[in-house]
Structure formats: structure tokens, C-alpha cells
């Protein structure tokens, strides 16, 4: 029997180009990557060895940066940055020397104190992220009103608030988002020094949201680092003169009085563009026309249906919760230019497992191959393993432009 089974295309040198990149826009910030957005331990190794920290948001995403990198110093180099933690995901950061972690409501503090009385905390702001791919502010995050009460009480329990951070969502296309988001954090720093908390705030986390390909019409991760950086300089200036800062800084920061560390937590922007993925078409309905007869029926107008073997419920499951729209290619020579009005639906038996009811394609065949482009996040790490299909092969490549 012919493989038949889509595959990822992994470019191992993408994730360093963008660290590059980083470094290059954002010399004052250090990158803490995302985990949750590609889990791959190519990514992950690179990013460690450049020198990356890393958001880790549950006992089995600290696990796998452990199993890379089984001597990463968790004491710099991690953030437990999830706001909702179980207690025995809190007794495993502890016991393996995480010492910075996030928090946005009363419980979460108390939780805190009882079980992790000695760790560095950051205040999760809720921010303005309704023009963002995945808004988050409606699930975490403290409002204004709400700043100095969860002060006092992280002041009556005596614990460690050393900063602040926020999220302005999943894939933000909005400029203002950050620097909006930036002027509540210095609003909030300026409350915590106030001599009735004097909690002596050193850490600033920008969060997330960075887009990692750039997309006509949008605005680019240059214009976004831009207006950020020159944010940061007006509300924090004493950071302008602060070159790339190392995880090192972190621990420095923690206990001497110095300029402000300013970290991130980019996942999209190191893995989008680090997979492509390869599918196979497995069925094709040609003339689909003739099958309706009435003109009210959506997929009365397409012309040929194709079914490829991966879908919604696998590897791009982005199209369903983030409307996400995918650059692809199809993998076979043509005699002639001419398209049809095509529609494409994974492999499963639920007919919402649909990538596309309108789309332009040439004449195809079963065993042809579409190549789809910039599925590095959020793909393989939300699938399922629904109907029996899931894609699990890899091949590794290097692209030296």
C-alpha cells in the first residue's frame, strides 16, 4: 500500500533568523517563548542555546523544555505564566527552582502563599485585545478598579509582587493594543510605589501577540516593534540606554536595585513560519454541480470537491477557532492555466471538517499534493486524534536564504 499520510516540512534555521530578528528590533527585551505554540524540541533547543527563556504553563510544558535542556538554569530562564494554576502544577514549579510566576485574582494569591509563599510575582493586567486573532482579556487579566485592593492583599499576606505583565491576545494586529496595555503598566508601577505598598516593582512582561509572517494590509513586526520600543522609552525611559538583556539580568534584577527588565513571551512569532505542511488528496467529486439542483445550497456553486488527508480536527484546526487562511500551493505541473471553483475538506467523517468552499484550484487528481504554508503554530500541538487521523511525521531541512 502507497504512504498516504500528510507530513511537516520543518525549517530548523527559521527559528534562529527570527531570534536574530528579535534581538535586532527589540535590543531591550528578552524573549521568553511560548511553549504551548509548538512544543517542537528542534525550536525549543535552538531558542535555549540563542539564549531565550521560556513561558511555561503547565507541568507537562516545564517537562518538555527539562528534556531538551535538562541543565537550563528555571531560576532565569522560566516563567510559569499561566494566572489559573492547579496546586500541584504550583508544587512542581517550586521543586524545581521556577522562581517567577503571574497572578490576576485574590484566590490565585492566597493559593500562592500557601504553597509557594517565596515566589516573585507578576500582576496580570487585562487589556483592550478585541482586535487580536484570540481575544484574552475576557478570561484573565486585572482592571483598574481593581489594582490597589489586590495590592493590599498581596500586601496583608506579605508576599513578593515584583512587577506586572499583560497579553493584548493571540496574533495582534493592532499597534495601539501595546501601547495602551504599556500605559496601564506604568500607571500600575507608579501605584506600587506609593509608600503605603513600596513593592518596588523591576520586571515588565509584555506578554505575546507577535505575529511572526508578516501579511499585506497589516502592520509589520517592524512597525509593531517601533511603536513599542518608543512607548517603552516614554514610559520607562530609564531602559533607552539598556542593550539585548540576558536571562542573567533576570536573576541580577531580582535582588539589586537596577534598571527595569522589560521580557516578552512570542510564541507565533518564532513557530509560524518554522512548519509547512504536505497533504495528499485522497478523494475527488468532479461536476459537483450536478449533484444540486437547487442554487440556494452553498456548495451548489463549486465545481470539484476535493478531500485531503488532514483537516480541522488534525493539523489546522486554526481555520475553525481563529477563521485562519492558509497560503497554499499545489504540488504538480500543469499543461494549462485554468482554474476552477474548488471547495476542500479533511478526512474525517463530520462535514464541518472544511478548509475551504471557495477556492480556486487547477484540475486535480487523487495522490496529488497540496503544500500549505505557515502552519508552525498552533497546529500539530491542538490536534486530534478524531476518526483515527493525525499527522505525526516530520522531515528536517535547513534554508540557508
Known sequence: MENEDPFFIVDVSHCAKQYLKWTY???????????????NHFLIETIEKMGGGFDCASIEELNTVLTVCPNIDCSTRIIYAHP???????????????QLTVADNESELIKLKTYWPNVKILLRLKTNDSKSLIPLSTKFGVS????????????????????????????????????HALIFAKQTFDISNQLEFNFN??????GGG???????????????????IQSLNQLFPSNQSNYFITAVCLLVCLFICIDIFVMAEPGRYFAAGYMNLVTSIINCRFNNKIYFNDSSIEMSHVEN???INDGIYGSLSSILYEKAIYKLSCLKKYDQEKTYRSA????????????????DLPLLDVGDHLLIYNIGSYSDVCSTNFNGFQTKKYFYIWKDS
Open 25 to 39: 528590533y527589540f535590543p531591550q527585551i528578552q524573549p521568553f517563548y511560548a511553549v504551548k505554540t509548538n512544543g
Open 84 to 98: 489559573c494554576k492547579p496546586i500541584s502544577h504550583i508544587k512542581y514549579f517550586r521543586d524545581r527552582n521556577v
Open 144 to 179: 483598574e478598579n481593581m489594582i490597589i485592593p489586590l495590592f493590599q492583599i498581596a500586601k496583608r499576606l506579605n508576599l513578593n509582587l515584583i512587577g506586572c505583565s499583560f497579553h493584548v491576545g493571540t496574533g495582534c494586529y493592532d499597534v495601539n493594543a501595546f501601547k
Open 201 to 206: 516593582f523591576k520586571i515588565l512582561n509584555i
Open 210 to 228: 507577535f505575529l511572526g509572517i508578516d501579511e499585506d494590509g497589516k502592520p509589520s513586526f517592524a512597525q509593531m516593534s517601533k511603536a513599542i
Open 305 to 307: 470537491v476535493y478531500y
Open 344 to 359: 476542500i475538506f479533511g478526512p474525517t467523517c463530520d462535514s464541518s471538517d472544511c478548509l475551504s468552499t471557495s477556492i
